[in-house]
């Protein structure tokens, strides 16, 4: 099972003077972040796997207490940033 670290996903930095993210944004962050994991563990995940390994990352999620601060934790230019990245190593270094 493809583990998903959330905190990864969120970043400790100091929010931009640009609006918030909001719950959609966070939540399209997640399914970048999971494409991205599930792709460098198989390249040729299916479509059916990447839906449900995204599922599962939204329910795992819907529990964090870190992932529910991700509007007011990660900025728009982090977020902006990981959303272009074309892997996990760079999308984590946007976030961090």
């Known amino acids: ?16 003077c640009s609006r918030p993210l909001d719950a959609q944004e966070c ?11 599930a792709k460098n563990r198989d390249p040729e995940v299916s479509g059916e ?19 529910s601060r ?8 982090e977020w902006e940033c990981a959303m272009k990245a074309p892997s996990v190593d760079e999308a984590e270094r946007c976030l961090l």
């Open 1 to 16: 099972m493809l583990r998903l670290t959330l905190a990864a996903v969120l970043a400790l930095g100091l929010s931009a």
């Open 49 to 67: 796997d990447l839906l449900r390994l995204k599922k599962e990352a939204r329910a795992r999620a819907a529990q964090s207490r870190e992932f």
């Open 70 to 77: 991700c509007s007011s934790k990660v900025s728009r230019a």
């Open 27 to 37: 939540n399209d962050l997640l399914d970048h972040y999971t494409d991205l994991l």
